[in-house]
Nanobody
Framework: VQLQASGGGLVQAGGSLRLSCAVS????????IAWFRQAPGKEREFVAT????????DYADSVKGRFTISRDNAKNTVYLLMNSLKLEDTAVYYC????????????????WGQGTQVTVSS
């Protein structure tokens, strides 16, 4: 199983980025996919998740209304569109997959990507 996160970069506050997570090696349509992030010196935190079948989504309060998670089952890819970026959004963003749970908790995800750096500057 491989999860390949991409799309990170340097952006000014107020700007936008779209992250992608390309998934291979598992039944994509049967997997919930989530994004987590970890800033330097901080614990990993939940960002957003999308369910496997109904496309139900859930967001952390800190990103609700600014970030949108979506999936393209034909491309085995999940996206995270990040608008109105803030300095505090700076972190390494990881995507994760679970064939068992739709969850906010990292412990419920079995497969993880390598992360992509997002840096928001003032």
């Amino acid at each position: 199983v491989q999860l390949q996160a991409s799309g990170g970069g340097l952006v000014q506050a107020g700007g936008s980025l779209r992250l992608s997570c390309a998934v291979s090696g598992l039944t994509f349509g049967n997997s919930a996919i989530a994004w987590f992030r970890q800033a330097p010196g901080k614990e990993r935190e939940f960002v957003a998740t999308i369910s496997r079948t109904t496309d139900t989504t859930d967001y952390a309060d800190s990103v609700k209304g600014r970030f949108t998670i979506s999936r393209d089952n034909a491309k085995n890819t999940v996206y995270l569109l990040m608008n109105s970026l803030k300095l505090e959004d700076t972190a390494v963003y990881y995507c994760a997959a679970s064939e068992r749970y739709y969850s906010r908790y990292g412990r419920n995800y079995d497969y993880w990507g390598q992360g992509t750096q997002v840096t928001v500057s003032s």
